[in-house]
């Protein structure tokens, strides 16, 4: 049973070779449809190769993220840019041959040097990990990845939850929303999304509670809410015009006003900002994520849609 | 009188009333102008808090959350942050007055102007308060994705293609960045920046993240030849938009790099680092000559100005081979002169080339016809800004220079003394062309647009402020000795060189020689932090 134990190096090699394959495709592919297609398989493939190295939330966010919501914004980035495609000239695109050769030296002689600088780090530093352990009981949540999200570098989420409703602002202040799904959806679709729909928000809602003891949260809940609102939105259904102004603001900003809200009120309990009182983190935390979760959601659907209301 | 707020209060508050400032202008538009201003208030009133604070107890280190690093993430704010923190709130509260009259003609452009700027305020005060390496990966990104988003807010194609083509840079150097930070933890098993300061050691891990992590915000900060995405960017944006790019943005990315080099890598020694500040020495004074040509050549003013920026991002890079070799340390004083002293007068220049493009309907250098005569404040605060990017005295920007020179004299550097003032002559060729062109008429006389007064006197006040800087150095000098943020006190010829151009008064140098007394006491204030790091687990 010698070839059992050789059967783990096996699947890592043919993980490392379908990833190099598929970028190379994605990024080859003259048909800019199929380059997204593979870039979604691609995801889907890194995410795999997340859980072989014990990372499963980051494959969970990969997957979610990368593949899934990323994936979703460029074929709907694709749908816009259709009409507008011309005929491109292969042959113009391509930059010199002198200006390629030392472009690719170049990277060539960097690529090297970090496959260098990596066999180095083989055994990297002790990093933080010990240390989040052994303050875990302190953070008021099981899971150590929530803990340091939330609790031992909340500020750094605070601000990422910024940088999402930043990306929205920027989206909004470009343009006003297409006209998606006035037509009439298609039957199956719609009994599809009137199946689905619920049961996405039953998942977001289990991923976050989840967050607290096993790998879930906030990021990867809102990004299943965020595919809820968008299978929602094709299948013909939309917010009423009374609901897209300030309340659908509202929603987007609760996220970071939540947080930026209890991170501050904590000062007026003596302690440190965004340091939780005593016993008070787990409540804080379950608080931060549900409304984190609602405006992930509300912001990754938006996107989606992509303009003003 | 005992102290209401401390300092950790005062740093809390510059990162949280923008955000919160920004949130509420998303919710209600109706309100942005006003919500806009009381913020930007504030935020002048929490930097004095600040200083103070700075001035009384020496540099500041807050644990957010009560974690402390390496667990959690700490601020820091010495001297160094502290200068920059003030520049950039005199500037945004100029840009927070001049907005509106600027914007009133496009309610939609407006609307979407105060929370995207008041994010980027965000970041920049986090930037300058951080010193946690991810945490400041996370202030660099909103920092590129709401100038980015600014940059586009006219819609025109011109200001689209600019604005993608800068974000694109943006995020490749925040993606080189990233990668140098995770190379140093993996190595050190820290992001803490006074931390990592103990524990890094020369060698192939150090060597790469320092190159990746420099080509990152070398290309952020637009030296040449990374500069090919600043001029059509800040050209054309909407002129508030260009004075907080040219003044603010540019200056954090390099207030970075300059921290990483002190803080981090100049100590390392090896043949990288002796090589490194020769070769960004160079670029920068390709850069001095190269834009200054450019800016001579330009025929619209804010492109001119744009260049204008490429010219002295290039002064700002002549201070590593000055000051790398760590002798004279009195080139990154004369850098940091140079750094708020371009900001202030930068974002008077662009600030009025908005209040002349919004008189004339166009900004062709060519057809200003006798704008002196109609817009005499705006012509004032586009020859006060000038002034002071040409060095000449006795604005901010001629100390710094001087003090540039005077280092750059006492090691013999002749061929960096010769750019410095070559840049400088150029600087006032251009500076003086556009100024010629305001005196004459045109051959068929322009109707002229009036310009709200808030706008012609917000770009006076910042020109002002940049000539002021000239005389700032008794107050400005000990603030930056807090913390000791350049690693040695300031150096006798330091002294010297500031007597001799009367920028201190010479009764405070010889006489009571309280100055000294006061960097002597910010000098101990550093060894303060030395073992306060070292008692750190």
């Not at chain 1, 990004?223 to 013909?236: D, M, P, Q, W």
Request: hydrophobic letters at 60%.
């Amino acid at each position: 049973m010698a070839w059992l134990s050789l059967l783990p190096l096996a699947i890592d090699l043919v993980l490392a070779l379908t990833l190099l394959w598929l970028a190379w495709r994605a990024l080859t592919s003259p048909d800019l449809f199929r380059a997204v297609v593979l870039f979604i398989a691609l995801g889907l493939v890194l995410g795999l190769v997340w859980v072989r190295l014990d990372a499963v939330d980051i494959a969970l966010a990969e997957i979610a993220l990368g593949a899934g919501v990323t994936g979703a914004l460029l074929l709907a980035a694709l749908a816009k840019l259709q009409p507008a495609e011309s005929q491109t000239d292969e042959v113009a695109m391509m930059a010199p041959i002198a200006l390629r050769l030392p472009i690719a030296l170049l990277l060539i002689a960097l690529l090297t040097g970090l496959g260098l600088v990596v066999w180095q780090l083989w055994v990297p530093a002790p990093g933080l990990s010990n240390l989040v352990d052994a303050r875990l009981d302190e953070a008021g949540v099981a899971y150590p990845v929530t803990a340091v999200l939330l609790n031992f570098r909340g500020y750094d989420t605070l601000l990422e939850l910024a940088v999402l409703l930043l990306a929205l602002i920027g989206v909004w202040s470009l343009s006003t929303a297409p006209h998606l799904g006035d037509e009439e959806p298609e039957p199956a679709l719609a009994a599809l999304s009137r199946l689905l729909a619920p049961l996405m928000i039953l998942v977001a809602a289990y991923l976050v509670w989840v967050g607290a003891y096993a790998p879930g949260g906030a990021f990867q809940a809102g990004s299943v809410l965020g595919a809820a609102g968008v299978l929602l939105r094709l299948s013909g259904w939309r917010l009423s015009l009374s609901a897209t102004g300030w309340p659908l603001r509202l929603v987007l900003v609760l996220g970071v006003a939540v947080f930026a809200f209890i991170g501050l009120a904590v000062i007026g309990f003596g302690q440190p900002l965004l340091g939780y009182p005593q016993g008070w983190a787990k409540p804080a935390i379950l608080t931060i994520e549900l409304a984190a979760t609602l405006s992930i959601g509300a912001i990754l659907a938006a996107l989606f849609i992509g303009g003003r209301p | 009188m005992p102290m209401l707020l401390s300092g950790a209060d005062w740093a809390t508050a510059l990162v949280f009333v923008p955000l919160l400032a920004a949130l509420a202008c998303f919710l209600v538009p109706r309100a942005a102008g006003w919500l806009g201003l009381l913020a930007a208030l504030l935020i002048l009133l929490a930097t004095l808090g600040l200083v103070q604070g700075l001035l009384a107890d020496g540099p500041l280190r807050v644990a957010v959350g009560g974690w402390g690093a390496p667990l959690g993430i700490d601020l820091w704010a010495d001297g160094l942050s502290a200068a920059l923190l003030l520049m950039t709130s005199l500037v945004g509260l100029g840009v927070s007055v001049y907005a509106p009259g600027y914007f009133a003609a496009h309610p939609e452009q407006r609307r979407w102007f105060w929370p995207l700027w008041l994010l980027l305020w965000t970041a920049l005060n986090g930037l300058y308060l951080s010193a946690d390496l991810f945490n400041l990966y996370v202030m660099l990104e909103v920092l590129g994705l709401s100038a980015a988003a600014l940059t586009a807010l006219s819609g025109s194609a011109t200001a689209l293609n600019a604005a993608m083509r800068y974000l694109l840079v943006s995020l490749l150097g925040s993606a080189a960045y990233l990668l140098g930070v995770a190379l140093l933890y993996h190595g050190y098993g820290t992001v803490d920046i006074a931390l990592l300061g103990e524990r890094i050691e020369a060698g192939a891990v150090a060597t790469t993240a320092l190159l990746v992590m420099s080509t990152g915000l070398l290309l952020k900060t637009a030296l040449l030849p990374f500069h090919f995405w600043l001029p059509p960017a800040h050209g054309s944006a909407p002129a508030p938009v260009s004075a907080l790019l040219s003044a603010l943005v540019i200056k954090a990315s390099f207030y970075l790099l300059l921290r990483l080099w002190l803080d981090l890598f100049s100590g390392l020694g090896g043949l990288l680092s002796a090589l490194l500040p020769e070769l960004l020495g160079l670029l920068g004074a390709a850069a001095v000559l190269w834009g200054s040509v450019q800016a001579l050549r330009q025929r619209r003013l804010k492109l001119l100005i744009a260049y204008s920026t490429v010219a002295q991002i290039g002064y700002l890079f002549l201070a590593f081979p000055l000051a790398g070799a760590q002798v004279n340390a009195l080139a990154w004083r004369a850098v940091l002169y140079l750094a708020l002293a371009h900001g202030l007068a930068k974002a008077a220049m662009f600030l009025s080339a908005g209040s002349l493009l919004q008189f004339a309907g166009h900004d062709r250098i060519a057809d200003l016809d006798r704008a002196v005569q109609r817009l005499p404040l705006t012509l004032t605060a586009f020859v006060l800004g000038g002034i002071s990017i040409m060095g000449l005295p006795p604005s901010g920007g001629f100390v710094g220079k001087w003090l540039l020179l005077e280092s750059a004299f006492t090691q013999g550097r002749w061929g960096l003394a010769i750019v410095v003032l070559l840049g400088g002559v150029l600087a006032a060729g251009y500076v003086f062309k556009v100024v010629g062109y305001a005196f004459t008429p045109t051959e068929i006389a322009q109707e002229g647009e009036a310009v709200p007064l808030t706008m012609q006197w917000s770009a006076l006040l910042l020109a002002f402020g940049a000539i002021l800087l000239g005389f700032s150095a008794p107050w400005l000098w000990p603030l930056l000795e807090v913390g000791a943020p350049f690693m040695q006190p300031v150096a006798e010829i330091g002294m010297a060189a500031l007597k001799e151009i009367g920028a201190i008064p010479a009764a405070v140098v010889t006489g009571s020689g309280m100055l000294e007394a006061e960097i002597l006491a910010g000098s101990e204030v550093g060894t303060g932090r030395e073992t306060w790091i070292g008692a750190a687990p």
